[in-house]
């Protein structure tokens, strides 16, 4: 298994860019979530989905969108790229919202 | 309302030595808690998890944590850690609505 993959690795965009986030999984995970890590502030949700064609928002949806069209994919999407958005993107999944999280490795964005 | 609190955000430790990080939650529901690690440039493990039993909770690499509920802590342990243990760590507890909450992280950095 190759559990949960994200590309690209890192990208730089300009500000007003949009960009999409690759996220995908093969443990046939229901749950999957995206977050973002900032120094001094953890990881904070940005949205996630519970299943194929079902997401919401999480703490800090402004700026991005999501889908999931299938189990195994969530992409993230930068609708209007802002140096607010320079971040580290983790996407994760999991049985449950509740439950442990299996995480990818991460996509460092930069905004300029 | 904060749901997690690591009390320290840096630990510097010798080699061989012990190391302790705090952590304190505040959920209302089943408290199911996690740690998690987070090596230079990579994505979250799962370091250990306390859903229910005993309240001392084995881990990998030889970590330990201790579920308080008195003292709502989940404090993670170590009693003799290595260069390798270098890295960023994360306490986190499913919240009220059901979905993770993490806390802002504590570095460690073990010295020679």
């Known amino acids: 298994n190759a559990g949960v993959t994200q590309t690209p690795k890192f990208q730089v965009l300009k500000t007003g860019q949009s960009m999409t986030l690759q996220c995908a999984q093969d443990?046939?995970?229901?749950?999957m979530s995206w977050y973002r890590q900032d120094p001094g502030m953890g990881l904070r949700l940005i949205h996630y989905s519970v299943g194929a064609g079902i997401t919401d928002q999480g703490e800090v949806p402004n700026g991005y969108n999501v889908s999931r069209s299938t189990t195994e994919d969530f992409p993230l999407r930068l609708l209007s790229a802002a140096p607010s958005q320079t971040s580290v993107y983790f996407c994760?999944?999991?049985?449950?919202?509740?439950?442990?999280?299996?995480f990818g490795p991460g996509t460092r964005l930069t905004v300029t | 309302a904060q749901s997690v609190t690591q009390l320290d955000s840096q630990v510097p430790v010798f080699e061989e030595a012990p190391v302790e990080l705090r952590c304190n939650y505040s959920?209302?529901?089943?408290?199911?808690l996690f740690w998690y690690v987070q090596y230079p440039n990579q994505g979250l493990q799962l370091l250990l998890k306390?859903?229910?039993?005993?309240?001392l909770v084995k881990g990998i690499n030889g970590f330990e944590a201790e579920f308080n509920k008195s003292q709502t802590s989940f404090h993670l342990r170590k009693p003799s850690v290595h260069i390798s243990d270098t890295a960023e760590y994360f306490c986190a507890v499913r919240r009220d609505d059901y979905k993770l909450s993490f806390g802002a992280g504590t570095t460690v950095t073990v010295r020679a």
């Open positions: 994760a999944s999991g049985r449950d919202r509740g439950y442990e999280q299996y």
């Open positions: 443990m046939n995970h229901e749950y």
């Open positions: 306390y859903l229910s039993g005993s309240t």
């Open positions: 959920s209302s529901v089943s408290v199911y």
